[in-house]
C-alpha cells in the first residue's frame, strides 16, 4: 500500500468505525489489534512516574499517590475524554455571550438617543 492509496484510509476491521489514520515517517501505520488498542488506551491514562527526587510531579512524596487504580476509574477516563471537546464548546459558550452583551448594550444606546430625543422635541417644558 503507498500513501496515495485509498484503501489504507480506511479502517481495516467494520466494528473499529470512523477511525482517523495515523501516518508514521514512512507513510500510514498497519493497523492495530484490539487488544494493542485497549493496552494503548490503558497507559495512556496512566499517571507520570517520577524517575529522580523525592517528590512527584504535583509536589507529594513519592509513594503517596492515588496509585494506579485511582487512576484509572471510569470517571477519570470520561473527563479525559469530554476534557477533548470542552474546549470549543467553551469557546462557543464565550461567542454567544459577547455577542449578547453587544446586542444588549446597543439596545440600550438606542433606547437612551430615543429617550433623550422625545424629551428634547416635547413642546411641554421638562419639570
Known amino acids: 500500500q503507498t500513501q496515495s492509496d485509498p484503501s489504507s484510509l480506511r479502517p481495516s476491521e467494520p466494528s473499529s468505525g470512523l477511525r482517523r489514520p495515523q501516518f508514521g ?5 498497519p493497523p492495530r489489534s484490539s487488544e ?5 488506551s490503558e497507559e495512556s491514562f496512566c499517571p507520570p512516574r517520577a524517575t529522580t527526587g523525592l517528590f512527584d510531579n504535583i509536589g507529594s512524596p513519592i509513594g503517596n499517590g492515588p496509585g494506579r487504580a485511582a ?7 470520561l473527563f479525559r475524554r469530554e476534557q477533548a471537546t470542552f474546549l470549543s464548546f467553551d469557546a462557543y459558550a464565550r461567542v454567544c455571550l459577547a455577542g449578547c452583551a453587544s446586542q444588549m448594550l446597543l439596545a440600550f444606546a438606542y433606547y437612551f438617543v430615543a429617550y433623550t ?8 417644558p421638562v419639570r
Open 25 to 29: 515517517p514512512r507513510g500510514p501505520s
Open 36 to 40: 494493542q488498542q485497549s493496552q494503548a
Open 117 to 124: 430625543n422625545q424629551r428634547l422635541t416635547q413642546k411641554t
Open 71 to 77: 487512576n484509572l476509574d471510569r470517571h477519570i477516563k
